[in-house]
Nanobody, 122 residues
């Protein structure tokens, strides 16, 4: 599975962005997908997760109610809709695919995209 994250950019606080994670590989639909982010000077942190079927999601407390993860397996794409963005959301965002394991821990993920930069200005 190969992943390509896109959709990052510069946005003012309170604005919105939608990130996309496009996957190649016939088995993508059998993987759960997570989004992580690495803020300047910080370690990579869990943001959101969606099961392979899209029936279950999980969010970090810091983004709950503001971010929404979804997927379209027909398009091999997972989305992260980010609303009410804050300067502290500034980070490089990565998508990753997981077969099994603890979804909030990055070491359990099998495949990673290259990351897309989100910058939120105050």
């Amino acid at each position: 599975v190969q992943l390509q994250a896109s959709g990052g950019g510069l946005v003012q606080a309170g604005g919105s962005l939608r990130l996309s994670c496009a996957a190649s590989g016939q088995t993508f639909s059998s993987y759960g997908v997570g989004w992580f982010r690495r803020a300047p000077g910080k370690e990579r942190a869990f943001v959101a997760y969606i099961t392979w079927g899209g029936g279950s999601t999980r969010y970090a407390d810091s983004v709950k109610g503001r971010f929404t993860i979804s997927r379209d397996n027909a398009k091999n794409t997972v989305y992260l809709q980010m609303n009410s963005l804050k300067p502290e959301d500034t980070a490089i965002y990565y998508c990753a695919a997981i077969r099994g394991g603890t979804v909030v821990v990055d070491t359990y993920y099998d495949y990673w995209g290259q990351g897309t930069l989100v910058t939120v200005s105050s």
